[in-house]
């Protein structure tokens, strides 16, 4: 079975007297263990698919399953208990934490509240989450703004991973990272989820990154689905006119070539 | 070719919570009169220190010793008018409560000498030639009311309203999607040419500068690695930081990630 299965998910926004579905009718599922990408213009509807997802937003129609039970129906307690198992990482750390809240308080918030480790415990599993991620344990007294962009990143997947999710929803989530650093995160990340067996929502407008990443792609145009399959086989040869347009706009990197235009 | 602006031995300081950051470090660097540079680094490596000394927009707390030269210009270069800067977000450039219209006419009209009517005209053109879908209607419009790349389209008009030598870009598309950028980047290349601009072209991102650019400018930590024709770069580059770099772009035909992780659901 799979552990996220959308069906037919539509939500509307009202503009002036006009009504716009920016996410209509759509479908899709992820297995355990599995990247799925979602990739688009902007306004394609990518970004509202992950809110919904995560209950951010609710939609005006359709279903949502989340490891076998109806997500959409999940409240308060039953909904706060299940999120432990959806967690999330944005493009930007510094605007998802309190800039001056160090390291370890952001790592010790997910792991009190879901209960997951006695306060005489959390500062071994904070070190411990750290050093998963890449880090050192000395970085927990840091404040947030003090490191750098990359360590930063480690520190939201660290969160995110504390509450043993098996799904993450990465919406941009190295986007803005140096491309030095961009190539260590996706490392971590697939080592992440070798290990832990955790499934990947990856939004993405980079169709490089997704080819390298996901293990199928959904590609969406106005709300819709437009196409979608396995990622290299997408990318490689798209067949709906916004895969063609989006893999034509992709920067491309001649190395071999000495012919520069 | 003759040169526009020759840059020597430049450092810039910045004055940070007390300490000193260097933001460059004696750089030279000539820009020849026409021709497409880009200035590609990581974040800290001084390339928009470099945008800002060049324009002339430097913050007053930054100190500034070297020189930058100007050969290709009979006098010292005023902002707006011999140089274009078009920033990476349009919404922060552009004025919220003045229509697109406006904010061109008004670099026309300061620059040129031009009455209104005559700036709203050249407006007009000018969003015409940034190839906005209804020029009539965005020379009304106010910021809000476009899309992002419009937008966008509506600070390049400004940028080159008074006929600007040298154009400067400074990650102008980077908080753009894929396919607005490419077009951005059409339209630059297709601007630049038509009016024998130089370009200035700051970015992240070496693939999307090697499509544009003749010559790449590699920066590092306020450092000059490497320059050369971006055939040179892109095909052989001398520095290991370049090659790292280009290394490090993630390509649709690089190897997935997932096959060497041996990942397959």
Known sequence: MSLLAVSNLTKRYRRGDKTIAAVDDVSFHIDPGET????GPSGSGKSTIARLVLRLIEPDAGRIDFEGDDFLA?????LRA???SLQMVFQDPLAAFNPRATVARVLDDPLRIHGIASRTERPRRIAALLERVGLTADLAPRAIHEISGGQRQRVAIARAVATKPSLIVLDEAVSALDVSVRGQILDLLLDLQRQERIAYLFISHDLGVIRAIAH???LLDAGRIAESGDACAVIDAPQSAIGKALVAA??????TTQDAS | MTALATIRDLTVTYRRDGGEVTALKGIN????????LAIIGESGSGKSTLALAIAGLLPASSAVSGRIEWPGLAHAPLGGRDIGFVFQDPSASLDPVMTAGKQIAEVARTHLGLTWAQAFAKAKHLLERVRLPDPDSALRAFPHQLSGGQKQRVA?????????KLLIADEATSALDTIVQAEIVALIRRLVTEDGMTLLFISHDIALAAELAERIAVFRHGQLVELGTTAQIVGAPTQPYTRALLDAHIGLDAEPLLNRA???A
């Open chain 1, 36 to 39: 799925l990408a979602l990739a």
């Open chain 1, 74 to 78: 999940l409240r308060s307690a039953a």
């Open chain 1, 82 to 84: 299940r999120r432990a």
């Open chain 1, 216 to 218: 199928r792609v959904v």
């Open chain 1, 250 to 255: 992709a920067p491309r990197l001649n190395r």
């Open chain 2, 29 to 36: 660097l000539g820009i020849a009169s026409g021709e497409r």
């Open chain 2, 156 to 164: 390049i008009a400004a940028a080159i309203a008074a006929g600007p």
């Open chain 2, 262 to 264: 041996g990942l397959h």
